[in-house]
């Protein structure tokens, strides 16, 4: 049964950071494509970043260029770990974070929320001014 699982969302204060994982088990997810999104109350689900199966290339939403670093550890098959460092936190970083998973690899496709198959249930990011 595949499975995608956060952790490490907590409350910090804006200009802190924090480091989320994504533990990916199930299938052989480290030939997939890793994407994170993010949920604010009240607003659509929006692309975060994404790395390719290799993790040769990344791809960041424009307001988390320079602050965000999305990486992965393909080393154990039964358990690819996809990573999200959040540095200069801002308020407006507020939101629950969610990995997802995706067995396709184009990069055209890489902001779309139907582009992924699997989706971890999310862990929550407090940012307090």
């Known amino acids: 049964q595949e499975q995608l699982v956060e952790s490490g969302g907590g409350l910090v204060q804006a200009g802190g950071s924090l480091r989320l994982s994504c533990v990916a088990s199930g299938r052989t997810f480290s030939s997939h494509t890793m994407g994170w999104f993010r949920q604010a109350p009240g607003r659509e689900r929006e692309f975060v970043a994404a790395?390719?199966?290799?993790?040769?290339?990344?791809?960041?939403?424009d307001s988390m260029k320079g602050r965000f670093t999305i990486s992965r550890d393909n080393r154990d098959n039964a358990k690819n770990t996809v990573y999200l460092q959040m540095n200069s936190l801002k308020p407006e970083d507020t939101a629950v974070y969610y990995c997802?998973?995706?067995?396709?690899?184009?990069?055209?496709?890489?902001?779309?929320?139907?582009?992924?198959?699997?989706w971890g249930q999310g862990t929550q990011v407090t940012v307090s001014s």
């Open positions: 790395i390719s199966w290799g993790g040769s290339d990344t791809y960041y939403a």
């Open positions: 997802a998973a995706s067995p396709e690899n184009s990069s055209w496709y890489w902001t779309l929320r139907s582009f992924y198959d699997y």
